[in-house]
T-cell receptor
């Protein structure tokens, strides 16, 4: 398996623009997680899905952020409109039976909003 | 709620020296603990995990960790580090069916 695949690896956008981050989990994994990593706040869980259904979105910072999982092999995280404080590395992770299997992380998307 | 505290934000050591990265947890129920490693410009990867059984857990790359319930700790150790161990290390605890991560410890190896 190619692992968890995220795209793009790097994204630079202007404030106010819409940004879409993409994730393909490992085939057969039922759980998908979106994390944000910054120097100031560390790793923050934004949202997670189980069988394509959002289970906990309490970490989504505000209404500008939205996430979808239309099928078992694809998820998106959208920021609209983007702001400079959204600059971070965004990670997607997936796991099969739940937390006790450990998560497999993607390589991340480094987002810079100027 | 479950949480972890990594006591050191940075740990510098010399190559071939031993290292210990400290992690304390807070949990009111059964404890499941993990260590992850993040190499520069990469995602996190699982080093080892404690779910039950032996309190000494061995992981990849020669790392091991010991679960200590009385001290609520799960410290990560390696007897002899290499330059290639330079990375950030994250302790995590299961909470409400998801992992809660610590702030990370940056391990720097000096030649």
């Amino acid at each position: 398996d190619a692992g968890v695949i995220q795209s793009p690896r790097h994204e630079v956008t202007e404030m106010g623009q819409e940004v879409t981050l993409r994730c393909k989990p490992i085939s057969g994994h039922d759980y998908l997680f979106w994390y944000r990593q910054t120097m100031m706040r560390g790793l923050e869980l934004l949202i997670y899905f189980n069988n394509n259904v959002p289970i906990d979105d309490s970490g989504m910072p505000e209404d500008r952020f939205s996430a979808k999982m239309p099928n078992a092999s694809f998820s998106t995280l959208k920021i609209q409109p983007s702001e400079p404080r959204d600059s971070a590395v965004y990670f997607c992770a997936s796991t099969g039976e739940g937390w006790f299997d450990g998560y497999t992380f993607g390589s991340g998307t480094r987002l810079t909003v100027v | 709620a479950q949480s972890v505290t990594q006591l050191d934000s940075q740990v510098p050591v010399f190559e071939e020296a031993p290292v210990e990265l400290r992690c304390n947890y807070s949990s009111s129920v059964s404890v499941y603990l993990f260590w992850y490693v993040q190499y520069p410009n990469q995602g996190l990867q699982l080093l080892l995990k404690y779910l039950s059984g032996s309190t000494l857990v061995k992981g990849i790359n020669g790392f091991e960790a010991e679960f200590n319930k009385s001290q609520t700790s799960f410290h990560l150790r390696k007897p002899s580090v290499h330059i290639s161990d330079t990375a950030e290390y994250f302790c995590a605890v299961e909470g409400a069916q998801k992992l809660v991560f610590g702030q990370g410890t940056r391990l720097t190896i000096n030649p």
